[in-house]
């Protein structure tokens, strides 16, 4: 009698126990949760907290070396060790309306979802993390050594973090720095059953901090233009323009991979200017870079700084460039520049303020050590004022494609076979006799040339779909014709190139301004 009561009392204290450990547990995820959003800037969603528990989070601060960011990569670690691979923490949710939860749609739910507990550290498994019971307990600042000594010893309490990374974590870290490949190649599998995965997660405006309440919505509208999906449009993607694409990556992209080789001397070029007939891949260009890069990529049409801004321009500039520098590493891509940087006196005072503004935030680039780069794109460089010019330490002349691109991008575009909405679509072409008629055509007439090629046989079928949706409601059997060399000529013969003659004018200003 008297062991089964004594029995019982030692489950209900284990019981009270573990309560309690959970308690504490949740606790310290709310106060690091709170120090992360605050070291991040969100402002708003860290008070929010602090209310919602009167004020409780704000009565701790977490033990030196801690973060939420290494409890995390503990875990990693952790599960690397057990599973053999890193765990995937989110994922992004069905939107309303779809069903497609993952119970719903058979698809099993990660055991690392984050909606779950993170899991008991076992102190044997646990490569780094060798817990060291009394001397996890000693390094304690006021709140942890506050708690009882027996719940520092469980779960991820901060204490005991604290002491496996001041300690012992050469395991861990050596798993880690080992497997970095494992890392990437994990992060990249989890990326690509959720193509948002890694949508970029911009940092609050609310720690934006040194701006007025109306450069604060200017800010706000400029967020506006930076990419958050990534454009996919990778190097591979652009036909042709191999110096181009070598002279943009060492320019824009290997400063930021490689920023150990880029100092002194080889400090990268804050300013590139792409230049060139209008179609030709400059846009391609900046957004191969916003997608290799995962810089923060601010999108912006020079001209429509302009006509909407008329009046606040030059302040839109600023903050341009003040948000570039607090998103950093930054590019700002501004296209379109001589619409706002062309050398044509008399203008508008507003337009020249806002010109002033845009070369000192230029020079004060040059000689920051921030990595905000501007890529500027122009098809009528004549037109730049030579001040801007002066800046723009690097031109690369974008030009006309080449016979052998103007064929590759004829052979991608009218491939002999390709599917269009289910529908086969078949080419017979001299691929290089039609790049040789297509001399001084841009990518973008190419373009444009294949695709009213490939819309010939495509509107011929219109009349029969039409006629027949009235009937019954079986599609019938499509067959296009082949789209044939000759059809392309006729193409042709209607399609003007539309920069031919501007090659001269480029050729020569390229050789007047030729950078390096
Ligand atoms: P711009 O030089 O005026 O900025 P873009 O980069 O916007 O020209 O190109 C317009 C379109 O022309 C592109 O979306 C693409 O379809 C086509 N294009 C032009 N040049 C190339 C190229 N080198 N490779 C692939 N597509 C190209």
């Known amino acids: 009698m008297e062991l089964s009561y004594q029995s019982m009392k030692i489950a209900h204290q284990a019981r009270e126990a573990d309560e ?21 800037g969100y402002m708003a969603a860290a008070l929010a907290l602090d209310q ?5 989070v704000r009565k701790f601060e977490v033990c030196d070396n801690i973060d939420l960011n290494m409890v995390l990569t503990e875990y990693e670690s952790y599960h690397y060790v057990k599973f053999q691979k890193y765990p995937k923490l989110i994922r992004r949710k069905s939107e309303p309306g779809q069903g497609q939860s993952s119970a719903k749609s058979g698809t099993k739910k990660s055991p690392c979802s984050s909606v779950k507990p993170l899991p008991k550290i076992s102190q044997t498994l646990q490569p780094g993390n060798s817990v060291k019971k009394t001397a996890a307990t000693s390094h304690t600042n006021e709140h942890c050594s506050a708690l009882p000594t027996e719940l520092l ?20 870290r050596k798993v880690q720095m080992s497997d970095s490949k494992g890392l990437i190649n994990d992060i990249v599998k989890g990326a ?11 940092k609050p405006l609310s720690g934006f901090y040194g701006m007025s309440g109306e450069m604060r919505e ?30 943009v990556k060492e320019a824009v992209v290997y400063p930021i991979k490689y920023p150990q080789l880029f100092t002194g001397i080889l400090s990268p070029w804050k300013g590139l200017l792409l230049y060139g007939p209008p179609g030709t891949g400059k846009t391609l260009l900046a957004k191969a870079v916003a997608t290799e890069c995962k810089t923060t990529f601010f999108n912006i049409s020079a001209s429509s700084i302009v006509s909407k801004w008329r009046g606040d321009s030059e302040k839109l500039v600023r903050v341009l460039f003040e948000l570039a520098r607090y998103h950093a590493p930054s590019t700002i891509f501004l296209d379109e520049l001589e619409s706002v940087m062309s050398q044509r006196g008399g203008e508008h005072e507003g337009s020249r303020r806002m010109k002033t503004e845009l070369l000192v935030r230029m020079d004060g680039l040059a000689k920051s050590n921030d990595l905000v780069f501007l890529l500027a794109a122009s098809n009528l460089p004549w037109e730049l004022d030579h001040a801007m010019l002066r800046r723009l330490e690097k031109r690369i002349l974008v030009s006309l494609p080449s016979s052998t691109a103007r064929q590759a991008m004829i052979s991608d575009w009218l491939p002999p076979l390709s599917t269009t909405g289910g529908v086969e679509l078949r080419t017979e072409l001299d691929y290089e006799t039609l790049a040789k008629e297509m001399d001084g055509y841009s990518g973008s007439d190419i373009r444009l040339v294949c695709k009213e090629a490939a819309m010939r046989p495509v509107r011929k079928i219109f009349d029969a779909l039409e006629s027949h949706l009235d009937g019954d409601s ?5 067959q296009l014709e082949t789209v044939t060399t000759a059809d392309l000529r006729e193409v042709i013969s209607h399609t003007k190139p539309s920069a031919r003659n501007l090659m001269d004018r480029f050729t020569a200003w390229e050789r007047e301004y030729m950078s390096v």
């Open 52 to 56: 919602e528990t009167n004020g409780g």
């Open 192 to 202: 690509s059953c959720d193509s948002d995965y890694m949508e970029k997660l911009l």
């Open 218 to 247: 200017l800010a706000a509208i400029i967020s506006k233009d930076i990419y958050l999906h990534s454009p996919d449009v990778r190097w591979e993607d652009i036909i042709g323009l191999e110096d181009a694409k070598r002279l």
């Open 153 to 172: 010893e469980f779960g991820l309490n901060v204490s005991s973090i604290r002491s496996e990374t001041a300690g012992e974590t050469a395991i861990g």
């Open 474 to 478: 079986n599609m019938p059997a499509i």
């Open 20 to 40: 309690l450990r959970t308690e504490m547990r949740r606790k310290n995820l709310l106060i690091l949760i709170y120090q992360e959003l605050l070291g991040q």
